[in-house]
């Protein structure tokens, strides 16, 4: 039997066990800033294997603030490991990294149909928080090192496994393994894609607007200004600017441009009390950038918009809307769709699958952009969870999706790195 044939063989034989893997990762409740437990686990999953170093390390706060890349946290990184695991290669093929985090968004049991981290199997889905965002992801590659691992597969170029912490607030984690000095000739990050190969993904830029009114008793309120009446005119204002960025922005790999750039207030804050005028209000919201765009100019033109919206109002136009730029932060990132490594992908992903894969950009944030940027490391995005289940209440991924990723993953990781 051909080693691929092998290993694919493996892989389908063992199903199982990838199964079982995943739905212990989610048993571990990992939300953003409770990430040392899974982290445990997976260092000694990691260490059990004899051809695989592992490196754990706490993230330097410190450190941290010095680079570029890196985004404001409210918290250091005392119990919060990065783990990684490599696996050397004879040194005479290409090297290969992936990329995931542990970190997930909270789940509450109220809202579901079965435990959230539990990772009920039923009907042919793993459900539970993170199944889809993005444990299978990580499942999923570390399954399909350890399938090549046990079928006595020698590669040539060395093999690099990232489990980082903090990416749902910041991407800090992974910020932080590349100033530790990882990187690799070309990356996979294993977010949700929908088993689509993705060289790119939009950026995301969360704000404040702080809109004020005018006080006044209530008794006499007409002489005042109340700030949720202006507060919504602008929530008005910046659904509209959505409008006006679906005409601006433009990318091929983002044909429904709609989906690529949402703009919203999502939340609304306003007054201290029922019978009292609020003088105050404070929106807070997000918009979306796509590759090529220039992320200070589109802020700009946001500050622009509300302010020519501000003028049209008797009150608005000597009380200018104050707009901040605070909280989460993502540049656009992409490679080029003729990549060698996006090339490698999609015949890895022909071969398993016996069709082309479906080439498109990402809908949310990623990692890849500290990859692309500061990590020496061209990156392209395939995951098996579904981008539509990123969040969502009910999250699942698919068994046959995941099993699929992680044999496009080993071959991959054979026909990048080489084998004997």
Same mark, same amino acid.
């Given at each position: 039997?051909?080693?691929?044939?092998?290993?694919?063989?493996?892989?389908?034989?063992?199903?199982?066990?990838?199964?079982?893997?995943? +739905?212990?990762?989610?048993?571990?409740?990992?939300?953003?800033?409770?990430?040392?437990?899974?982290?445990?686990?997976?260092?000694?999953?990691?260490?059990? +294997?004899?051809?695989? %170093?592992?490196?754990?390390?706490?993230?330097?706060?410190?450190?941290?603030?010095?680079?570029?890349?890196?985004?404001?946290?409210?918290?250091?990184?005392?119990? +919060?490991?990065?783990?990684?695991?490599?696996?050397?290669? %004879?040194?005479?093929?290409?090297?290969?990294?992936?990329?995931?985090?542990?970190?997930?968004?909270?789940?509450?049991?109220?809202?579901?149909?079965?435990?959230?981290?539990? /990772?009920?199997?039923?009907?042919?889905?793993?459900?539970?928080?993170?199944?889809?965002?993005?444990?299978?992801?990580?499942?999923?590659?570390?399954?399909?090192?350890?399938?090549?691992?046990?079928?006595?597969? @020698?590669?040539?170029?060395?093999? &690099?496994?990232?489990?980082?912490? *903090?990416?749902?607030?910041?991407?800090?984690?992974?910020?932080?393994?590349?100033?530790?000095?990882?990187?690799?000739?070309? /990356?996979?990050?294993?977010?949700?894609?929908?088993?689509?190969?993705?060289?790119?993904?939009?950026?995301?830029?969360?704000?404040?607007?702080?809109?004020?009114?005018?006080?006044?008793?209530?008794?006499?309120?007409?002489?005042?200004?109340?700030? &949720?009446?202006?507060?919504?005119?602008?929530?008005?204002?910046?659904?509209?600017?959505?409008?006006?960025?679906?005409?601006?922005?433009?990318?091929?790999?983002?044909?429904?441009?709609?989906?690529?750039?949402?703009?919203?207030?999502?939340?609304?804050?306003?007054?201290?009390?029922?019978?009292?005028?609020?003088?105050?209000?404070?929106?807070?919201?997000?918009?979306?950038?796509?590759?090529?765009?220039?992320?200070?100019?589109?802020?700009? +033109?946001?500050?622009?918009?509300?302010?020519?919206?501000?003028? %049209?109002?008797?009150?608005?136009?000597?009380?200018?809307?104050?707009?901040?730029?605070?909280?989460?932060?993502?540049?656009?990132?992409?490679?080029?769709?003729?990549?060698?490594?996006? @090339?490698?992908?999609?015949?890895?992903?022909?071969?398993?699958?016996?069709?082309?894969?479906?080439?498109?950009?990402?809908? /949310?944030?990623?990692? &890849?952009?500290?990859?692309?940027?500061?990590?020496?490391?061209?990156?392209?995005?395939?995951?098996?969870?579904?981008?539509?289940?990123?969040?969502?209440?009910?999250?699942?991924?698919?068994? *046959?999706?995941? &099993?699929?990723?992680?044999?496009?993953?080993?071959?991959?990781?054979?026909?990048?790195?080489?084998?004997?």
């Amino acid at each position: 039997m051909q080693p691929t044939e092998k290993l694919l063989s493996y892989i389908s034989d063992h199903k199982g066990e990838n199964v079982e893997f995943l +739905r212990k990762l989610i048993s571990y409740p990992s939300v953003t800033g409770d990430e040392k437990s899974i982290q445990e686990f997976l260092a000694d999953w990691l260490e059990q +294997r004899e051809s695989i %170093t592992v490196d754990v390390w706490e993230p330097d706060l410190e450190d941290l603030k010095k680079h570029p890349g890196y985004v404001p946290v409210d918290r250091d990184y005392k119990n +919060r490991p990065n783990v990684v695991g490599k696996c050397k290669g %004879t040194g005479r093929g290409r090297s290969l990294l992936f990329n995931g985090h542990v970190d997930v968004i909270p789940a509450s049991a109220d809202s579901w149909e079965s435990n959230p981290w539990e /990772g009920t199997v039923k009907d042919g889905r793993i459900y539970g928080r993170g199944s889809s965002d993005m444990k299978s992801g990580l499942a999923a590659y570390t399954m399909a090192m350890n399938a090549i691992i046990q079928t006595g597969i @020698k590669l040539n170029g060395d093999v &690099i496994l990232e489990y980082t912490v *903090d990416e749902e607030l910041s991407g800090n984690g992974t910020l932080a393994a590349i100033i530790r000095g990882y990187k690799a000739d070309a /990356g996979i990050s294993g977010e949700t894609s929908s088993l689509h190969v993705q060289p790119a993904c939009i950026g995301r830029i969360w704000f404040d607007i702080h809109v004020k009114g005018k006080p006044a008793g209530v008794q006499r309120k007409w002489e005042g200004v109340n700030a &949720i009446e202006k507060g919504y005119k602008i929530v008005e204002a910046v659904s509209d600017f959505e409008e006006i960025r679906m005409s601006e922005a433009k990318h091929p790999l983002y044909p429904n441009i709609r989906e690529a750039i949402p703009c919203l207030i999502g939340m609304f804050n306003s007054g201290s009390y029922p019978s009292a005028l609020a003088d105050a209000c404070l929106l807070r919201g997000s918009m979306a950038t796509v590759p090529g765009e220039d992320s200070d100019y589109v802020k700009r +033109r946001l500050v622009d918009h509300v302010k020519a919206v501000a003028q %049209t109002d008797p009150w608005l136009r000597n009380s200018i809307p104050d707009v901040k730029y605070t909280g989460y932060f993502a540049e656009p990132s992409e490679i080029p769709v003729d990549h060698n490594i996006v @090339k490698t992908l999609k015949d890895a992903y022909s071969n398993v699958v016996g069709s082309p894969p479906n080439v498109t950009g990402r809908t /949310g944030a990623a990692d &890849i952009r500290f990859l692309n940027k500061y990590g020496e490391t061209p990156t392209v995005i395939f995951g098996p969870g579904p981008t539509d289940q990123m969040h969502a209440t009910n999250e699942y991924v698919r068994v *046959d999706d995941l &099993i699929t990723a992680t044999k496009v993953y080993a071959l991959t990781i054979m026909n990048w790195c080489g084998y004997s």
